[in-house]
């Protein structure tokens, strides 16, 4: 089935610092999705793409839908302690079922005071 | 908040006994989604439902059965727990009117089983 590989699979970074996860997939998806869970909580949708090639802001976050459709990336810039958690990305390709939403294994941030 | 809950949030349990989950959503949206997220492996689709009574299996379907006779409800059952099947569980919700993607998650179920 389809698979997404999330890199790196964590990072352990000093307060203030920009942070850059992605996720690349061997097939193409129609949009890209990005999630961030805290310890005991479900994920939270921090943005949301459609488009290839867009490039959506979210505050501190930024996350760009890759040419290719095969991958995307999100950055954080100025690193701050609440943004520890887990940092997952999904697909979506509306060719599969209508739940087809494919996750990443996720990417765990860790912020150094 | 997505106006999702899930209950119970723990629950422990022996090896086959049944157990169900519910997922409770105030806005009345149609696609809803039950998740298991284990250690490894990130979050797998379950089952999904698009409509009452409508539902369909998901990647890891096996030992797992719902329904959904409200559109506020959706239950997940197991039918015989197995030490497999523990894992957090997460309900989630498709936000936008016609869209499967712009999912919303609840806070989680804990499920043990001993």
């Known amino acids: 089935g389809q698979q997404l590989n999330q890199s790196p699979q964590s990072m352990f970074i000093q307060e203030g610092e920009d942070v850059s996860m992605n996720c690349t997939s061997s097939?193409?998806?129609?949009?890209w999705l990005w999630y961030k869970q805290d310890p005991g909580e479900g994920p939270v949708l921090l943005i949301a793409?459609?488009?290839?090639?867009e490039l959506t802001s979210n505050g501190r976050l930024t996350a760009q839908f890759g040419i290719t459709r095969k991958d995307s990336f999100l950055n954080i810039s100025a690193s701050i302690p609440s943004d520890v958690g887990i940092y997952f990305c999904?697909?979506?390709?509306?060719?599969?079922?209508?739940?087809?939403?494919?996750f990443g294994k996720g990417t765990k941030l860790s912020v150094k005071p | 908040d997505a106006g999702i809950t899930q209950s119970p949030r723990h629950k422990v349990t022996e090896t086959g006994t049944p157990v169900t989950l519910r997922c409770h959503q105030t806005?009345?949206?149609?696609?809803m989604y039950w998740y298991r997220q284990d250690p490894g492996h990130g979050l797998r689709l379950i089952h999904y439902?698009?409509?009452?009574?409508?539902?369909d299996k998901g990647e890891v379907s096996d030992g797992y059965s719902v329904s959904r006779s409200k559109t506020e409800d959706f239950l997940l059952t197991l039918e015989s727990a197995t030490s497999s099947q523990t894992s957090v569980y997460f309900c989630?919700?498709?936000?936008?009117?016609?869209?499967?993607?712009?999912?919303?998650f609840g806070p989680g179920t804990r499920l043990t089983v001993l």
């Open positions: 989630a919700i498709s936000r936008l009117a016609g869209s499967t993607d712009t999912q919303y």
């Open positions: 097939s193409i998806f129609n949009t």
């Open positions: 793409l459609y488009k290839a090639g």
């Open positions: 999904a697909g979506l390709n509306y060719g599969g079922s209508q739940g087809n939403l494919i």
């Open positions: 806005e009345n949206h149609r696609y």
């Open positions: 439902s698009y409509g009452v009574k409508d539902t």
